[in-house]
C-alpha cells in the first residue's frame, strides 16, 4: 500500500465523529483524502474533523434518517472539498429488546439509520459518480446481519438489509466505474458496547477465534484497504472483520 494511496479524494464518513466511523476518517485522513465527517451532532462531527491529520477536513451535522438533510448535506460537502469520490456508510444506532417487547418506533428508528440513512446517502453522491465513471462506496454492516442475533431483529435486519443492498449496488454500478462493498464487523469497543459487562466480554471472547474483542482500528484498515487502488478488481463483496467468528 503506498504511503498517500487517497490523496486529494474526498471521502465523506457517515457517522464519522466517534467510534468505529472516526477510526476510518482517520485511516482515509492518513491516506491523503479530504474528510467530511457527518454525525447528527454538529460540534461533534466539526471536532472529529478537526483533530484529523492534514487539513482540508470539515464537519457537518446531519440525520442521515432525513433524506433532505442528506441532500443538503452532500451539496455543502462538495462545495466545501469537491466531489464525493469515497462513501463510508458508517452512521449506526440500537434500539435493542426481545421481538414481544420491542416497539415499532425502535423498529422503525434503526432500520430508517442503519438503511434507509444508507439509500439516502448513496442517492445522493451516485450521479456524481457515475458521471466521473469513479467512486467507492462502503457499507457498515456488522456479523450480526449474517448470524442473527436474539434481542436484535430490528438491528440483524437492518444489516442483513444492508448486505442485499451493498450487492444490488455493486451490480447496478459496476459498469459505471463505481465499486460497493461491505464490512461486518465483529464485536469492536466503542460506545456502542460499552454497556458489555466484563462477565459478558469474557464470554463473547471464548466464542471469537482470535481470542479479543476487536478495536475500531481493526476495522479502520479494511476500510482503507477496500476504498484503495488495491481492491480495485473487489465489488459486491462483504468482508468479516470479526477475529472469525463467521467463516
Ligand atoms: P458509536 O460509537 O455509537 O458511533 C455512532 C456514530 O454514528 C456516531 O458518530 C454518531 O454520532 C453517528 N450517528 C448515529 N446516528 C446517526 C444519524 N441518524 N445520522 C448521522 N450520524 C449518526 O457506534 P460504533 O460502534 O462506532 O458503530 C459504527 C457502525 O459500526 C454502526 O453502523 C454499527 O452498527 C457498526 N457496528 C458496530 C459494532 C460494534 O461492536 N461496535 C459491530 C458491528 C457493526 P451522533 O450521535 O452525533 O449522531
Not at 159 to 178: Q, Y
Amino acid at each position: 500500500m503506498s504511503q498517500r494511496e487517497l490523496e486529494g479524494q474526498v471521502a465523506l464518513v457517515t457517522g464519522g465523529s466517534r467510534g468505529i466511523g472516526r477510526a476510518i476518517a482517520e485511516a482515509l485522513a492518513e491516506a491523503g483524502a479530504h474528510v467530511a465527517v457527518v454525525a447528527r451532532n454538529a460540534a461533534g462531527a466539526e471536532a472529529a474533523a478537526a483533530e484529523l491529520p492534514g487539513d482540508g477536513h470539515r464537519g457537518y451535522g446531519c440525520d442521515v434518517a432525513s433524506s433532505e438533510a442528506v441532500a443538503e448535506t452532500v451539496g455543502a460537502v462538495e462545495a466545501d472539498l469537491g466531489p464525493v469520490g469515497i462513501l463510508v456508510n458508517n452512521a449506526g444506532i440500537t434500539r435493542d429488546n426481545l421481538l414481544l417487547r420491542m416497539k415499532e418506533e425502535d423498529w422503525d428508528a434503526v432500520l430508517d439509520v442503519n438503511l434507509k440513512g444508507a439509500f439516502h446517502t448513496v442517492k445522493a453522491v451516485t450521479k456524481g459518480m457515475m458521471k466521473r465513471r469513479d467512486g467507492v462506496i462502503i457499507n457498515v454492516a456488522s456479523v450480526v446481519g449474517l448470524m442473527g442475533n436474539a434481542g436484535q431483529a430490528n438491528y440483524a435486519a437492518s444489516k442483513a438489509g444492508l448486505v442485499g443492498f451493498t450487492k444490488s449496488v455493486a451490480r447496478e454500478l459496476a459498469s459505471r466505474g463505481v465499486r460497493c462493498n461491505a464490512v461486518a464487523p465483529g464485536y469492536i469497543r466503542t460506545d456502542m458496547t460499552a454497556d458489555l459487562g466484563d462477565a459478558q466480554a469474557e464470554a463473547l471472547q471464548e466464542s471469537i477465534p482470535l481470542r479479543r474483542l476487536g478495536d475500531p482500528d481493526d476495522i479502520s484498515g479494511v476500510v482503507r484497504f477496500l476504498a484503495g487502488p488495491g481492491a480495485r478488481y473487489i465489488t459486491g463483496q462483504v468482508l468479516a472483520v470479526d477475529g472469525g467468528m463467521v467463516m
